[in-house]
């Protein structure tokens, strides 16, 4: 049985699913990025590559984050450069951007590596890899 009027009804598409912490997905030069935040830093970034004072600039690197094995031996051996140790590949960071920055000196141009991400709201889990991944490689995470 069919009710008069509703022949040509089409239903309403279903709400759209919103981010955990309320981050709308924004698109700049056909690149999908997850926040709008990301997407006018990403803006900053062209214009700045654009003048000159960075380079080499890389959207969402990925990081390998490793713990040490130790084979056959303990700490002092790898100070002392044995090969008994080996790193292995526990977990991954993907950063939102990497670049080289420019400092002009007295020495000429040096360039600095530069990692960022840009947050809104700072999970345990990316302060965990944040200190592991600083830890490991050395860099800070520059937070936009």
């Known amino acids: 049985m069919t009710w008069k009027g509703w022949e040509d009804f089409v239903p309403p598409p279903p709400p759209s699913k919103r981010s955990?912490?309320?981050?709308e997905a924004t698109t700049v030069d056909d690149i999908r990025f997850d926040s709008k935040r990301e997407a006018a830093r990403y803006n900053v970034l062209k214009i700045r590559m654009k003048a000159g004072?960075?380079?080499?600039?890389?959207?969402?690197?990925?990081?390998a984050l490793c713990a040490l094995i130790i084979e056959h031996g303990d700490v002092r051996d790898i100070?002392?450069?044995?090969?008994?140790?080996?790193?292995?590949?526990?977990?991954?960071?993907?950063?939102?951007?990497?670049?080289?920055?420019?400092?002009?000196g007295y020495g000429g141009i040096t360039w600095t590596l530069?990692?960022?991400?840009?947050?809104?709201?700072?999970?345990?889990?990316y302060k965990l890899k944040k200190r592991w991944f600083q830890a490991q490689y050395g860099v800070t995470i520059r937070e936009t």
Not at 53 to 63: A, F, G
């Open 20 to 23: 955990k912490y309320g981050a």
């Open 53 to 63: 004072d960075i380079r080499r600039l890389k959207l969402q690197p990925r990081y």
């Open 79 to 104: 100070n002392a450069g044995c090969n008994s140790a080996r790193r292995h590949p526990i977990a991954e960071y993907i950063a939102d951007f990497e670049y080289e920055e420019s400092d002009r």
């Open 114 to 125: 530069v990692v960022e991400d840009c947050k809104g709201a700072k999970t345990d889990i």
